[in-house]
Structures are given as structure tokens and as C-alpha cells.
């Protein structure tokens, strides 16, 4: 899991209507009827969650808590409609407060993973599977639709690799490139002719306008490699294109460092 910074998190609170406004441009959708995609759940969801309480616990393993983390998870909570607690310990105190007080879902991460639990389902997310089906619908939405089209899957990691079977579901047809050759042979092998793999990524971008950026890479994406008419919903930290073309295709671009898996955690928590 991408750690994410404090820079990247502060903000988040405060900009969310923003946030919001500019994601309707970009797909015609709220970020939470992108969540909602993403789980397949109906309208119903909007009063689920608004019955729905919930507690961020603060984690100190690994490399510690970080600074704005519960904050801004919370404030995505509050968005889409989440009633969230105001969890005063951390770790297992936390956890203990969350319990006792009767939170509905718990949100917890550490360095290697971060999920929502479901206290009286006992269903567990985990945001790398929910953030794949967020940006999947994002990318359908902007896209009008997936079904038949290819779409490029770069970097097959946990997101990644959520990301392709996301599409295959959605009738898509996932061109997948990554760097470790093992991950693309295991690809393959899990999806045989419902997936092609690449080893170049300058040939599989010139085969597709449809890109889900999912390597956590710096500037692999370049103004070359994409055109006015290139799509790119990209989950990855950095974001993977250079500065020129992130000018180039302008809107085309669905991004953010929390936003979209947090709310697609919350809603797929509550309805499965």
C-alpha cells in the first residue's frame, strides 16, 4: 500500500466541495454515485449510510500514524452521509471505544493495509479492491461505457490488478503492462482470453484511448503518449504522468489520493 503524506491528506477536508464539483464535470457523477457503481448497489444506499456510524482509529505500528489521516477519511465519511465518532485512543483503546460506543463500521490502516470493518456483518474492505472498482467506474462514466472497448491496465499490484478483474465484469477488455513479467504470466494465467498483456508500454498506449494508471511510478506516462482524446483514471501515488501531459489532456484526468476508495470502501461495507 502507497503511504500516503501529510501534504496529501491536510487539504482534503477543507476542498471536498471542490473536489466534488470538479469530479461531476469530469464523469457526471457525485462521489458517492461513483461509489455506489463501484459496489452495484441501488439508490437504497443514500439512507443506509445515513444511518450508518462510524469510527477512524488512529494506528501507531509500522511507521505510525499519520498526521491528517483519520481527518480527512472522516471528512469523506461525512460526504457522502457517514455519521462519523469522535474516537479519542488509538490502536486498541480505539478500537475498544469504537466497540463499546456501537460504531457500525470501523476504518483502520497500517503500513501494509487499510479496510473498513462491518461490526455486525463482519464484512471486511480493503481499500485496494474498493479504490480499483471506484476508478474502473470512473473511467466508465467518463468514458460512456466500457463494454467492448480495451482499456490499459498499467502496474498489476494489488490495485492493479483489482482494477482488471473489475473490467472483465464489466465486459471490458483489459490490455495489462507491468514492469515484473511474473506478475503479467500470473495475470494470464488467472484470465487467459479474457485478457491480453503487453511488455512495452509506448506500444499498448498507442492501442487504446482508455487508461487506468495504477504503477506507482513518476513521469511514465509522457505527453507523447497520449492526445486530447486519451482517458486516464489514474489511483496510483505519484500520479505516473509528466507535467506536460497532465496540461495535455486536460480534463481527461480522474485522480486523487484518498477520496474515491474511501467512499467506495464505505458504501461497499454497508451494502454487501
Same mark, same amino acid.
Given at each position: 500500500m502507497t503511504r500516503l503524506k501529510t501534504t496529501d491528506l491536510q487539504p482534503i477536508p477543507s476542498t471536498l466541495e471542490r473536489y466534488e464539483k470538479d469530479l461531476v464535470k469530469k464523469t457526471g457523477c457525485t462521489l458517492l454515485e461513483i461509489a455506489r457503481d463501484a459496489a452495484q448497489a441501488n439508490l437504497s444506499v443514500r439512507n443506509v449510510l445515513k444511518k450508518t456510524k462510524a469510527a477512524v482509529i488512529p494506528m501507531t505500528s509500522g511507521e505510525?500514524? #499519520?498526521?491528517?489521516?483519520?481527518?480527512?477519511?472522516? =471528512? *469523506?465519511l461525512n460526504r457522502i452521509g457517514v455519521m462519523t465518532m469522535d474516537i479519542k485512543g488509538i490502536d486498541i483503546v480505539g478500537m475498544a471505544e469504537a466497540y463499546e460506543r456501537e460504531a457500525d463500521l470501523v476504518f483502520v490502516a497500517d503500513?501494509?493495509?487499510f479496510v473498513a470493518i462491518n461490526t455486525r456483518t463482519r464484512h471486511v474492505v480493503d481499500n485496494a479492491t474498493s479504490t480499483a472498482k471506484a476508478y474502473v467506474a470512473a473511467l466508465d462514466k467518463m468514458a460512456n461505457g466500457l463494454k467492448g472497448r480495451t482499456v490499459l491496465v498499467i502496474g498489476l499490484g494489488n490495485v492493479g490488478s483489482a482494477a482488471v478483474s473489475s473490467l472483465i465484469l464489466r465486459k471490458a477488455k483489459p490490455l495489462a503492462v507491468d514492469v515484473d513479467r511474473n506478475?503479467?504470466?500470473?495475470?494470464?494465467d488467472t484470465f487467459?482470453?479474457? #485478457?491480453?498483456v503487453?511488455?512495452?508500454?509506448?506500444? =499498448? *498506449?498507442?492501442?487504446?484511448?482508455?487508461i487506468i494508471n495504477a504503477a506507482p511510478a513518476k513521469?511514465?506516462?509522457?505527453?507523447?503518449m497520449v492526445n486530447e482524446n486519451t482517458l486516464i483514471?489514474?489511483?496510483?501515488?505519484?500520479?505516473?504522468?509528466?507535467?506536460?501531459?497532465?496540461?495535455?489532456?486536460?480534463?481527461?484526468?480522474?485522480?486523487?489520493?484518498?477520496?474515491?476508495?474511501?467512499a467506495a470502501m464505505a458504501v461497499e461495507a454497508c451494502v454487501n
Open positions: 505510525g500514524a #499519520i498526521q491528517g489521516f483519520s481527518q480527512a477519511v472522516a =471528512a *469523506v503500513d501494509k493495509k506478475k503479467l504470466r500470473a495475470i494470464k487467459g482470453r479474457r #485478457i491480453v503487453s511488455h512495452r508500454l509506448a506500444e =499498448a *498506449v498507442s492501442r487504446t484511448s482508455l513521469n511514465i506516462l509522457r505527453a507523447d483514471s489514474a489511483p496510483a501515488i505519484p500520479i505516473g504522468l509528466t507535467p506536460a501531459a497532465v496540461r495535455k489532456i486536460g480534463n481527461n484526468l480522474v485522480h486523487d489520493p484518498l477520496q474515491l476508495g474511501v
